[in-house]
Nanobody
Framework: QVHLVESGGGLVQPGGSLRLSCAAS????????LGWHRQAPGKQREFVAL???????NYADSVRGRFTISRDISKKALYLQMNSLQPEDTATYYC???????????????WGQGTQVAVSS
């Protein structure tokens, strides 16, 4: 049974950094993609980043160069290092898993409960 639990959200000033974690039990890392989506208040959920079963990464244009997705297979964990945070990064961040296309498009049914990130001075 797949179970995803995010942590690491919080309040940070513009220009600051946060590292999100996702504990992913019941997931075969080598055969599935893992990724992050986010949903800002009043907006649709959007893709942020993913890492494929083979370790390839993919980023939304809005975060490329500022965010880094990584995983630790031994710890069954997914991470999102977020640097140079801006107010527009404020959102609830969700961990997801599934096929590459399902994670990229958000059509997967495997989601965590989310962790909130607020960027404000």
């Amino acid at each position: 049974q797949v179970h995803l639990v995010e942590s690491g959200g919080g309040l940070v000033q513009p220009g600051g950094s946060l590292r999100l974690s996702c504990a992913a039990s019941g997931v075969v890392f080598s055969g599935n993609s893992l990724g992050w989506h986010r949903q800002a208040p009043g907006k649709q959920r959007e893709f942020v980043a993913l890492i494929s079963g083979g370790g390839d990464t993919n980023y939304a244009d809005s975060v490329r160069g500022r965010f880094t997705i990584s995983r630790d297979i031994s710890k069954k964990a997914l991470y999102l290092q977020m640097n140079s945070l801006q107010p527009e990064d404020t959102a609830t961040y969700y961990c997801a898993t599934g096929s590459f296309n399902d994670v990229l498009t958000g059509r997967t049914r495997y989601w965590g409960q989310g962790t909130q990130v607020a960027v404000s001075s």
